[in-house]
């Protein structure tokens, strides 16, 4: 390395060290957060086109992850009315249907009533919308006149504004305390070490580097999912959940399943936030409806442990570590099964027997 390019290395990162080192004393601490939370109330949007009357009402306009939303739809049609009803199931817009229920409720003589409620799960934080229902109806009655002439129409509801956050504590503001000339001192002193340490192994670096001349090749990689595979195992033999560590767990197993993807189908998975990559699957060509459905409820299960310090029970940390190896078979490509069609802890277990 030339002696100039040494030397301008040198400086850069002693800057760099005792910047680091030296940061300013006088900062203003940042104010606490003096918001009061806003009262959920609940929303109801009404539209009625003909014989057909729609109501829509959700339970409460705002949601705290990991609470649930109730949605209520109520169908109010003259007797005779042929009423198709949109069925809601799996993904609904940026919430998740978790459960859904019939009614028969009271109606007004001579019309017909129906009632549904779901429940829906939240899960990505910020400004949601419950999207537009259609409803569509066919009039096969006799007319006052006499013919059988059929009328058909649709109704249309409006979306509801859903306001999502997280149940996570208020952080105060960072205050910074005088540091003592003497550790001031001190830390100069390891910056200057840590530098010449640095500075040594670039040097280092770059010899072999000139005297190797060429890279050397690459090896063959393993296969996407063989590599995943892998590191399930080794996650599982960690132990982790046994040992207490759930949320690191929940982080290790979401991550590893976000690289998986990049790996196998190039999606620049782990650099999204999980509302980025919810979007950007909604749009992939790569999965169908039941691997984007399991991917929604995967992100589901991981984001509040991840974030809000949810305790899942077993049943829920079997669910995802399970989700998270069908996943990764499924989507195996068809040349890499044929040539590995077990996974490797399946490898290891039929040869031990």
């Not at 003909?50 to 209520?72: M, Y």
């Amino acid at each position: 390395m030339p002696a100039l390019r040494r030397t301008l290395l040198i400086l850069v990162l002693t800057a760099i060290v005792q910047s680091a080192a030296c940061r300013s004393e006088s900062e203003t601490p940042a104010t606490e957060p003096t918001s009061q939370p806003v009262a959920a109330r609940p929303v109801t949007r009404t539209t009625e086109q003909g014989p057909l009357k729609v109501t829509v009402t959700a339970d409460r306009d705002r949601v705290v992850i990991p609470e649930q939303l109730k949605l209520t739809l109520h169908i109010e049609a003259d007797a005779g009315i042929e009423v198709t009803v949109p069925k809601l199931e799996g993904v609904f817009g940026d919430f998740g249907v978790a459960a859904s229920a019939e009614n028969e409720p009271d109606c007004p003589e001579y019309s017909q009533c129906k009632e549904w409620i779901y429940t829906l799960d939240s899960f990505l934080p910020g400004e949601r919308e419950i999207p537009a229902l259609t409803f569509s109806f066919r009039d096969a009655r006799e007319k006052a006149d006499g013919s059988w002439e059929v009328y058909e129409d649709k109704v249309e509801t409006q979306p509801i504004g859903i306001v999502i956050t997280q149940s996570l504590a208020d952080v105060k503001g960072p205050v910074n305390l005088p540091m003592p000339f003497r550790y001031k001192l001190l830390w100069w002193g390891l910056g200057a070490v840590l530098a010449m340490v640095l500075i040594a192994l670039a040097v280092r670096w770059w010899r072999r580097r000139e005297a190797v001349g060429e890279a050397v090749p690459v090896a063959a990689r393993v296969p996407a999912h063989v590599w995943a595979l892998q590191q399930l195992d080794k996650l599982a033999a960690e132990n982790l959940i046994h040992r207490g560590l759930i949320q690191e767990y929940y982080y290790r197993i979401n991550g590893l399943l976000r690289r998986y993807i990049e790996l196998r189908f190039g999606l620049m998975a782990g650099e999204q936030t999980s509302e980025e990559f919810l979007r950007a699957l909604g749009h992939s060509g790569f999965f169908n409806q039941k691997l984007k459905v399991m991917l929604h409820e995967f992100v589901q299960a991981c984001d509040p442990v991840k974030y809000a310090r949810h305790r899942p029970e077993a049943e829920e940390i079997s669910w995802v570590q399970t989700s998270a190896r069908d996943f990764v078979m499924q989507t195996a490509s068809e040349s890499s099964r044929s040539r590995d069609s077990s996974p490797p802890q399946m490898a290891r277990e039929e040869a031990a027997a």
